[in-house]
């Protein structure tokens, strides 16, 4: 792993999001970039679509590619991934290019094939990345293995109930399973982003950073990738805002 970098807010994590990716567009025109969705990305894509709409990043020629979705839904499910991606990044910086999971009915032969069509890209260019609670990363919950392909997932009852906000009914209506990258297929990707803001995520980011590299904590498998990378804020870090040391970047070992 490259290295852990904190700052003081989640407006800071933004801003360095969204510098990371004008050095993409600036060194491939058509970048392939894996895109994830909750919270964490909201100030995010908030900072990208403003600056798209200013004019300092132009996304056009970005390829799109989905991380995760929910198993069954299909082009009207308004609590899809696909539909929160719509509305908070892909339509407003005009993003058209969007290969999606077939998650509406994910045959291995499916499955297969959406992996096909990365490596007809050539591969992913950088692979932006949340934790969630549980240290998932996209919907690989702990133990999924190292080398695990695009696949169909059951989905932990506590990200189940993460996720409920997005389901207006109860929580039987959130869906029990997934369609996810696997872990093995996101660690493919040339550059690996993991955001990571709130105290929230405090416990599990210390875990995945400092803890041994295990697939019981999914997000610390990210620390055998040369060029994975962990912007945080100050709260998920553990830091004091403005303490001198939360603004340096630490180097850490696989
Ligand atoms: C969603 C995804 C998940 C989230 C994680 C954190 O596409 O890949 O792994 O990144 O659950 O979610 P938030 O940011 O809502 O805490």
Do not use: C
């Not at 004008?22 to 909750?38: C, S």
């Not at 709409?53 to 020629?61: A, I, P, S, V």
């Not at 919907?139 to 190292?146: D, I, K, Q, T, V």
């Amino acid at each position: 792993m490259k290295s852990l970098r904190i700052f003081d807010t989640p407006t800071e994590v933004a801003g360095a999001v969204a510098d990371r990716l004008a050095e993409v567009l600036a060194q491939h025109p058509r970048p392939v970039i894996t895109f994830p969705t909750g919270s964490t990305m909201l100030p995010v894509y908030r900072e990208i679509v403003a600056r798209s709409q200013t004019g300092q990043l132009d996304l056009r020629g970005v390829q799109g590619i989905q991380l995760d979705e929910y198993a069954g839904v299909d082009d009207h499910t308004e609590a899809s991934f696909r539909a929160w991606l719509h509305e908070h990044l892909l339509a407003p910086t005009g993003i058209t290019a969007f290969h999606t999971l077939p998650a509406h009915d994910p045959t291995p032969a499916a499955l297969a094939s959406y992996e096909q069509v990365i490596a007809s890209y050539g591969g992913v260019d950088l692979a932006i990345l949340g934790i969630g609670g549980n240290g998932h990363i996209a919907f690989n919950e702990p133990g999924s293995p190292a080398d695990s392909r695009t696949r169909v997932v059951e989905l932990d009852r506590r990200t189940r109930q993460a996720n409920e906000r997005y389901w207006t009914d109860s929580d039987a209506f959130v869906p029990t399973r997934a369609v996810t990258q696997g872990i093995g297929t996101i660690l493919e990707a040339r550059e690996v982003l993991l955001i990571a803001t709130g105290a929230e995520k405090a416990e599990i980011l210390h875990e995945a950073l400092h803890g041994p590299v295990s697939e019981h904590v999914p997000a610390s498998l990210i620390r055998s990738h040369p060029h994975a990378e962990v912007l945080a804020d100050a709260a998920a870090a553990g830091r004091q805002p403005s303490d001198s040391s939360a603004r340096e970047s630490d180097r850490l070992s696989a």
